[in-house]
């Protein structure tokens, strides 16, 4: 039993119930600055189970793939992993508990064969602080379904998961719980529901995999909730019907159900096989890495995982046009690159990983991903250069560590300089401490860190004005792409007219990224217009200032800002031209800016527009480059 069949599997069952399967959203979202990616299928639906009507009904499933990277330091067991798919349905104020609950029961048993004996269930078991009842009614419906297939399933209260593991299950086989198990919201328990967000108690079903993968001296007793490996969670269905507030809890217009499911987890249960490492999404990889390193995966599990989840999540991100860079989420996936190198680098493979994996990982996603076939090439190259930038790094790194460590000491001092000189990740210098004895100093940490505040003190020479910190770094290709924006900025208006408005920017070392308020597609004449103004602009060798103004005066004269910024009384302003005579343009920003304009086209460089698409309604996205 593949994955592929129970992703069929499951979404057909939803269809058949009148679901409407809507598509996968990318990892990152580009309307929510709330989170760097994609955490569950439910993320991209928020406004619809806040209330808005969506555009196809109310009953709704996918296949979302996911990404948590709070989970990358536990990468390494039988079944955490950053990237995940999340099979998904949702009710947006139309079936809940009865349907929800008999439906993936029934899927479970029926579609997947998955031996009841095998499932066990947990539910909310309330919150006196806020007045939330124990959800008796999915536990009674859920002892029905049990009832209906020949067992008698008995409700037992465990409280918490410590309780549990002192008390363990009583012979029971559907379990309450507090929030901390059984509530789930964007930010976890009750107390962390994010205000305005919505939120519920939720039923969760485990997979029994037996005894034997309980470790009772390391967590006690056994039951659901235990993290000893012998319970598998495979499905969550939230009953969002609460909205936080200031004080607590409000219900929602609609009761919604938000349900979620991971693929590997299900592919897991239904081979009875705890590994999730072994199930076809991943296996091939451990497969191919082993026999690069003609090493056993059984012997050192962690690396082989390590490797498998974080390419795989780096070739996602890679699929979804994230370019490793030093901020955001370009920051995640070099760091979840770097990581895969360096435990391959500790099995001795030595290939490229962009050259042995991805294509595997294509081939595991092509058919039910399309995007994977047209992007092949392309991924490879992303994912390639990446992986050599971190060679070079990693060697000129590794110098200097030497260097820095002679004493057998590292202090916060050299791990500050590692890093921000030499890009040698603190993680690494670290582990590569530990992995030669040597001593770090007390408070390495603080001492790193505030090391690091005084740097960022130190660069935001001002802080006046709307430094939004779109830019990636301050390297200078960053800094020149940060200019480029400028003059784009005012190209784009001079083309396409004044109420042209900036509504967000990201910078990296590749390229430029900016979104503006505008109806239409821009056409090929109009960015070759803008493409032409922008190389005009760097010949005529403009030379940049800044200013500080009053801010009233500053907006009175015209000079850009980004629509919805805030700013303060006074503001820093960026010249493109001379402030007081003949200039180009003029425009809120904390910088920094390259001096001259000619700068832009040093080794012959020249500005072009590589892609213009919709970022959202009524908002373009353009991304350019200096080539
Ligand atoms: N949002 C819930 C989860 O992520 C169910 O989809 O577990």
Redesign the pocket.
């Known amino acids: 039993m593949t994955s592929k069949f129970i992703r069929q599997a499951y979404l057909r069952h939803m269809q058949k119930r009148d679901h409407a399967l809507i598509g996968r959203a990318s990892l990152v979202l580009q309307n929510d600055p709330t989170t760097l990616f994609t955490g569950?299928?439910?993320q991209p639906l928020l406004p619809y189970l806040l209330g808005e009507s969506h555009p196809q009904g109310q009953r709704l499933a996918n296949s979302q793939i996911c990404l948590r990277t709070q989970d990358i330091d536990e990468v390494g067991d039988n079944s955490h992993t950053t990237c995940f798919e999340?099979l998904?349905n949702w009710s947006l104020g139309d079936y809940f508990k009865k349907d929800q609950l008999t439906w993936f029961f029934n899927f479970l048993v029926d579609d997947l064969k998955l031996d009841v004996n095998r499932l066990y269930v947990t539910c909310f078991r309330g919150d006196d602080k806020y007045s939330l009842k124990k959800d008796f009614t999915s536990a009674h419906i859920l002892q029905g379904l049990y009832q209906a297939r020949g067992l008698e399933a008995k409700i037992v209260d465990l409280i918490s998961a410590d309780q549990a593991s002192q008390s363990g299950m009583q012979d029971g086989r559907i379990f309450y719980y507090n929030d901390d198990e059984n509530w789930?919201s964007r930010g976890g328990g009750i107390d962390k529901t994010p205000l305005g967000d919505p939120a519920g108690g939720?039923c969760e079903f485990f997979f029994d995999f037996g005894n034997e993968y309980h470790n009772q001296d390391k967590y006690g007793l056994p039951h659901p909730a235990s993290d000893s490996g012998r319970f598998l969670e495979i499905g969550?269905s939230?009953f969002m019907e609460y909205q936080k507030t200031e004080t607590g809890f409000q219900s929602l217009k609609s009761k919604n159900v938000?349900?979620?499911g991971g693929l590997e987890r299900l592919v897991a249960a239904s081979l009875n096989q705890p590994d999730i490492f072994k199930t076809d999404l991943l296996l091939p990889m451990i497969e191919k890495l082993s026999y690069l390193s003609q090493l056993d995966y059984a012997n050192q599990p962690t690396s082989f995982r390590i490797i498998a989840d974080h390419w795989r999540a780096a070739t996602w991100l890679a699929l979804d046009g994230v370019i490793p860079s030093n901020k955001e989420q370009g920051y995640v996936m070099r760091r979840l690159i770097r990581r895969a190198q360096l435990q391959a680098s500790k099995l001795g493979v030595k290939i490229s990983l962009s050259d042995i994996l991805t294509p595997l990982i294509c081939q595991v996603y092509t058919e039910a991903y399309p995007e994977f076939e047209k992007q092949h090439t392309g991924l490879i190259e992303v994912l390639k250069k990446e992986e050599q930038v971190f060679q070079r790094t990693l060697k000129a790194g590794l110098r200097q560590f030497e260097k820095l460590t002679q004493k057998k000491l590292l202090t916060g001092q050299s791990l500050f300089v590692l890093y921000d000189t030499y890009g040698f990740p603190k993680e690494l210098s670290l582990e590569e401490a530990h992995r030669q004895d040597i001593t770090l100093e007390d408070n390495l940490l603080d001492k790193f860190n505030q090391l690091m505040i005084q740097q960022r003190q130190r660069s935001q020479t001002i802080e006046i004005g709307s430094y939004k910190g779109g830019l990636a770094d301050h390297q200078p290709m960053t800094i020149k792409y940060h200019t480029a924006t400028h003059l784009m900025y005012k190209a784009l208006k001079l083309t396409l007219g004044s109420e042209v408005t900036q509504r967000g920017s990201n910078i990296t070392t590749e390229r430029l990224r900016f979104d503006f308020s505008h109806k239409t597609k821009v056409t090929p004449e109009q960015i070759a217009q803008i493409e032409d103004t922008v190389n005009q602009q760097i010949e005529a060798d403009w030379k940049i200032t800044w200013e500080i103004v009053d801010t009233q005066k500053a907006l009175a004269e015209g000079v850009l800002g980004a629509f919805g910024d805030k700013y303060g009384d006074k503001v820093k302003v960026y010249t493109v031209g001379d402030p007081q005579g003949k200039h180009y343009s003029r425009e809120i920003c904390g910088g920094p800016h390259v001096q001259r304009t000619s700068q832009l086209s040093e080794d012959g460089r020249r500005f072009k527009i590589i892609k213009e698409e919709s970022s959202s309604a009524g908002v373009r996205r353009i991304k350019a480059v200096l080539k």
């Open positions: 569950s299928g439910m999340m998904g789930w939720d969550n939230v938000d349900f979620g």
